[in-house]
């Protein structure tokens, strides 16, 4: 998945298609499976989120997220993130995307529970490779108080059905914690 990334990427700062503006006020929900890689344990999961971005004005957006995570071995979790974000046009196809966020999360593991919070930083491109089709990738940097940084790169795909409908795909991929996600956007 990581060899992906720079490809994707590439594509994204080069779009071949006709440009569809593009807005920052959404609700998505997505499925996700998880594959957790940490020095403590090394599990699978599943997890259910919601996520959604409001557009306060031409170029700057709030957004949020909620995570539900289940793993293997009766680990469970949950995880949010708040934030706002910018967007500055390059060209009349490709935005420039900047996010800063506070990032809140818990694991139970039996009767225990820990948890820990961050600020996170992410940049990155945003891109409509043709009416029907989006794509964005983003290098993110998160610092835990106490599990320490984290780095990563995200990358979504969005595939309209519809003006403001999108059935959406993609990857996070962290140094911790590696995830597919398929699911469904409305934007208003």
Not at 37 to 46: I, L, M
Not at 149 to 159: A, E, L
């Amino acid at each position: 998945m990581k060899r992906l990334a720079p490809v994707v990427l590439w594509a994204a700062l080069f779009p071949a298609a006709s440009f569809a503006e593009m807005t920052y006020s959404n609700v998505e929900f997505k499925y996700m499976d998880l594959s957790l890689d940490r020095s403590y344990a090394n599990v699978d999961g599943r997890a259910f989120a919601v996520s959604g971005a409001y557009e306060l004005t031409r170029k700057v957006f709030l957004l949020g997220e909620w995570q539900e995570p289940n793993y293997d071995r009766g680990i469970d979790g949950r995880q949010y993130e708040v934030g706002a974000g910018l967007h500055h046009a390059i060209n009349n196809k490709l935005d420039f995307v900047g996010t800063l966020s506070y990032v809140d999360s818990k694991v139970d593991v039996g009767p225990f529970s820990v948890s820990d919070d961050a600020f996170s930083v992410g940049g990155g491109v945003r891109t409509r490779l043709s009416d029907s089709f989006e794509l964005d990738a983003m290098l993110k940097y998160v610092n835990f108080d106490q599990a320490g940084s984290d780095t990563g790169v995200r990358v979504d795909g969005r595939w309209y059905f519809k003006k403001a409908m999108a059935l959406s795909f993609g990857t996070d991929t962290t140094n911790n914690v590696d995830a597919l996600h398929v699911g469904f956007r409305v934007e208003f």
